[in-house]
């Protein structure tokens, strides 16, 4: 049924062997993902942010990896939505903003040259209507030390049409604490250039197909 739904178009789906190891693997995967959420098995991968004029490192986005006990490296293609499903993506995107600004901190430290890094860190419109994530930012903040101007959150395109109000109420608390705030994945939505006048954005990446 959800299947069919999911086509957006009227349509049926028959319930075959394929749709059935999907289904069962889904469901292990869910049960694996919320034991290794408590046993903290994921690792954070750091990808460069290069500037094009004197190809300096400004920073880094860090992206999640799961070490699956089993299958070892699992990408968040195969998890992600389901932890936003289960609600699982609430206590992840904690650890993994804890561990993230935590590590550039280490780097900024070690290398005083460096003291300019930024860290990109993706959240799901789930975590930035979280009651909480205010205090949660001051927090981490307070307790790993980085300054807020190097920490940038991306927030997806397809978020700005969820509870526009709360998120640009949530976006605008965020900026006044000298948080910088990115749009991903611009040109895949709905959204356009005006419509994002609304926002207290800093940076906008446009997507590869857009």
Not at 1 to 12: I, L, N, Q, T, V
Not at 71 to 91: D, R, W
């Amino acid at each position: 049924m959800y299947r069919a739904k999911d086509r957006r178009k009227p349509g049926y789906e028959l319930f075959d062997q394929t749709m059935y190891a999907q289904t069962k693997r889904r469901l292990q995967l869910e049960n694996d993902l919320r034991l290794s959420i408590e046993r903290e098995e994921f690792q954070l991968h750091y990808q460069p942010i290069i500037s094009l004029q004197d190809h300096s490192v400004l920073g880094f986005e860090a992206l999640v990896r799961w070490t699956h006990p089993v299958e070892q490296l699992i990408f968040p293609g195969e998890f992600i939505t389901i932890a936003e499903e289960t609600g699982m993506i609430v206590p992840l995107g904690t650890w993994i903003l804890e561990q993230a600004c935590r590590q550039v901190r280490q780097w900024q430290k070690s290398h005083p040259q460096l003291s300019h890094l930024k860290i990109n860190i993706n959240m799901t419109g789930q975590q930035f209507r979280e009651p909480g994530l205010l205090v949660l930012l001051d927090n981490l903040l307070t307790e790993t030390g980085l300054e807020p101007q190097y920490l940038r959150l991306e927030l997806a395109e397809s978020t700005l049409i969820q509870d526009t109000e709360a998120i640009i109420e949530t976006l605008q608390q965020i900026r006044n604490r000298n948080i910088q705030i990115s749009i991903d994945d611009f040109g895949t939505g709905y959204s356009s250039l005006s419509y994002l006048s609304r926002f207290p954005i800093n940076n906008l990446k446009i997507d590869r197909s857009f």
